[in-house]
């Protein structure tokens, strides 16, 4: 009953708390970074046709995953779709061209 539990910072000294707080920030900061950079787009112009039948929904035309699976994520393709592949492409060429300036 007396003992601290494991997770207790009563070790650590209001240096190392500040510390490790710093640290989560940044790493929070650089998870926010990433998830804005690729949650957020929404890409949706690969070609696509009806998956037919009666459902009413459309599929890549190139990789045949449906628009629903794909959920306007590149990463929502096969790896081997030549669209993901060319958008993959153009997107660190971009990230290059910014980099460099």
């Known amino acids: 009953m007396g003992s601290s539990p494991a ?5 650590l000294s ?5 510390r490790n707080a710093s640290n989560v920030s940044e790493s929070v900061r650089i998870w ?8 957020y787009k929404y890409y949706s112009d690969y070609p ?3 998956i037919g039948g009666k459902n009413p929904y459309y599929k890549c035309s ?7 699976q794909i959920n306007g994520r ?8 030549p669209w993901r592949i060319q ?3 153009d997107l ?3 990230k290059l061209d910014d980099d460099k300036q």
Do not use: Y
Request: aromatic share 4%.
């Open 74 to 81: 590149i990463e929502g393709h096969l790896k081997d779709c």
């Open 14 to 18: 209001v240096t190392d708390l500040a």
């Open 62 to 68: 190139l990789c045949g995953i449906s628009e629903p």
């Open 48 to 50: 696509s046709e009806p």
């Open 87 to 89: 958008k993959e492409s």
């Open 32 to 39: 926010q970074g990433v998830f804005m950079e690729n949650e």
């Open 92 to 94: 660190n060429k971009e």
């Open 7 to 11: 997770w207790s910072t009563s070790s």
